[in-house]
């Protein structure tokens, strides 16, 4: 491959020296195309000095499509990469610690209910009493994804059903309408039998006065 001198002033050697390496050759050559597209731009008719620049443009352009269709290529590998970790970290944390919330604050309903399902579970049978005494209810089951209360003082053979749906947005009320502390009783869930059942299996559900409480540790 030939070879030629190029000599620059101190300033210009400065410049030079700065521009990264693996440029300095594809920049000398742009240059070059340049100024030779310029001269031959002399020698021609208008309308092939239209055609030429207007080659010239889209030359330019697919060279910038090219560079950018890399940087697109790469960018497209790393997100990909960094999603596939994230995923990973997510299940480690769900498996280790439990659901996954970006709100450390808020309170996790799929725990609150694997307590009381859990809770449900081993205490079938077991009766318990409304805040004013005034009912009875008894834990009929737990199967299948759903609690089932018995109300003990009525004739009706039809249980009180709740699923973690249920208490997914009994934990939203409480979030939203109580700051995630305290609500009025009875709106925690639309069925008082439920609600009663929920205050007695979780340890950080209590009624105190006219108010559901959840007792927040992490607060």
Same mark, same amino acid.
């Given at each position: 491959m030939p070879k030629r001198?190029?000599?620059?002033?101190?300033?210009d050697v400065m410049i030079w *020296?700065?521009?990264? *390496? !693996?440029?300095? =050759? $594809?920049? +000398?050559?742009?240059?070059?195309?340049? @100024? #030779? @597209? &310029?001269?031959?731009? *002399?020698?021609? %008719?208008?309308?092939?000095?239209?055609?030429e620049k207007l080659r010239h443009k889209i030359l330019l352009a697919r060279k910038e499509e090219t560079e950018l269709e890399n940087t697109f290529s790469l960018t497209e590998t790393k997100f990909?990469? +960094?999603?596939?970790?994230?995923?990973?970290?997510?299940?480690? /944390?769900?498996?280790?610690f439990g659901a996954w919330s970006l709100d450390e604050n808020l309170i996790i309903a799929a725990d609150v209910w694997d307590v009381i399902y859990s809770e449900a579970e081993s205490r079938? !049978? %077991?009766? /318990?009493?409304?805040? =004013? &005494?005034?009912? $009875?209810?008894?834990? $009929? #089951?737990a199967k299948k994804g759903k609690v089932m209360i018995e109300r003990i003082d009525t004739p009706s053979p039809k249980p009180s059903t709740f699923t973690f749906r249920t208490i997914e947005k009994a934990i939203e009320r409480l979030e939203y309408d109580g700051d995630g502390e305290k609500l009025e009783r009875g709106l925690f869930m639309p069925v008082l039998a439920q609600e009663c059942a929920a205050v007695f299996l979780h340890p950080s559900l209590s009624y105190e006065g006219k108010y559901l409480v959840f007792d927040r540790k992490d607060r």
């Open positions: 001198n190029v000599y620059f002033s101190d300033e *020296d700065k521009l990264p *390496d !693996g440029s300095k =050759s $594809q920049l +000398l050559r742009d240059f070059l195309i340049e @100024h #030779n @597209h &310029g001269i031959a731009l *002399d020698d021609m %008719t208008e309308r092939e000095k239209e055609r990909s990469a +960094l999603k596939d970790k994230i995923e990973e970290m997510m299940e480690q /944390f769900e498996s280790e079938i !049978g %077991t009766i /318990f009493t409304s805040p =004013s &005494g005034l009912s $009875q209810y008894r834990i $009929q #089951n």
